[in-house]
């Protein structure tokens, strides 16, 4: 599998997959031990641990995508409702991508899933092209590991909202092996009190929401259904139980190290350093990407007065480290502009 030559989704100059990327080839130190200095770095930095198994996964954003010898596999953090459905359809859709999400694992009422074959096989879904994984839980990324998913080259591009567990694609599960494809993680980020607002806008107008779903956002801030520092848990592999600064800042060393960010305030732009860095043009023609988008922005918009709002201030109650994660990765999208794309 391979990307593809054609036209720039977004007017820029793309490049098919192996040519010289459009954009900086150094970033940082040899060993990347200088924090951005935009994200407030301390005068002598001291390297902070991140989780092994992220780290021997995922390749350093320092050092420049190859796809020459298809050893890099882009791999989407696909934290919910942060544009990452457009993500996938601008990638599958205008690039014309073979993807491995949970969208492989789609049959029509009746017929018998893809995803029960023993072999892995690319299906059509909808025009686009999938692998039939399940990467969206635990047991289908375990599934994929077991039929050599990443060592297949069968996947252009890895979706999964798990970090630690689809890790596990990029790591051969037998002994430390160097020539085992390793991952090139990226992902959207959004505001988490906007991003919690979108999350009970989208629950409350679904037809099967829980019957004990709250019915008013402030309801929703102090309930069962309210999320507790997704992105930090996540990042960090801490599911439940408390969590501490040192989290936290562990989980902006994954995203410094690791995380080509892009920002969901930004998404046009974000795909644009996608497909550079990547090196991915489009098969899609002029405007694929903006149709794409176009049902996308402020689908589950703010109500008005939100900031300012009792909904708002117990939502950040819940998130107090993910609002500084938050504000990291912006910092981190400024940096990388700057030093990556030589954006000014």
């Known amino acids: ?159 999964s909202p798990l970090p630690h567990p689809a890790s596990y694609l990029f790591i051969d599960p037998e002994q430390p092996n160097p020539s085992h494809p390793k991952g090139r993680m990226f992902a959207m ?38 999320e507790n520092n997704l992105l930090t848990r996540l990042l960090v592999n801490k599911p439940r139980g408390g969590l501490t600064n040192a989290d936290a800042v562990a989980a902006q060393e994954v995203l410094r190290r690791k995380c080509l960010v892009g920002l969901y305030d930004r998404i046009a732009e974000s795909l644009t350093r996608h497909e550079q860095y990547f090196g991915l043009t489009s098969r899609g023609g002029e405007g694929c990407a903006t149709n794409v988008l176009k049902g996308e922005r402020d689908r589950f918009g703010l109500p008005k007065g939100y900031v300012s709002s009792e909904a708002y201030r117990l939502i950040m109650e819940q998130n107090r480290h993910d609002e500084v994660v938050y504000e990291y990765a912006t910092q981190l999208y400024e940096f990388q502009g700057k030093e990556i794309f030589e954006e000014r």
Not at 189 to 196: L, N, S, T
């Open 1 to 159: 599998a391979g990307g593809h030559m054609g036209n720039s989704i977004t007017g820029l100059n793309g490049n098919p997959r192996g040519a010289q990327p459009a954009y900086r080839t150094s970033y940082g130190t040899a060993d990347n031990s200088v924090l951005p200095t935009s994200a407030v770095a301390p005068s002598s930095y001291k390297p902070i641990p991140i989780p092994a198994n992220l780290d021997e996964a995922f390749l350093e954003i320092s050092i420049p995508f190859d796809a020459s010898k298809g050893m890099e596999v882009p791999s989407f953090w696909h934290v919910p409702l942060t544009g990452g459905n457009a993500v996938e359809g601008v990638l599958g859709s205008c690039l014309r991508l073979v993807q491995a999400s949970e969208v492989g694992c789609s049959a029509p009422e009746g017929e018998v899933s893809p995803c029960e074959d023993t072999t892995l096989r690319v299906v059509n879904v909808y025009g686009e092209s999938y692998i039939n994984v399940d990467t969206s839980k635990v047991s289908g990324i375990r599934r994929a590991v077991g039929l050599q998913l990443v060592p297949s080259h069968l996947a252009d591009v890895i979706y």
């Open 189 to 226: 980020f959004r505001h988490p009190a906007d991003r919690a607002a979108a999350s009970y806008r989208y629950v409350a107008s679904s037809d099967d929401r829980p019957l004990d779903f709250p019915s008013s956002l402030e309801e929703y801030a102090t309930s069962m259904f309210i």
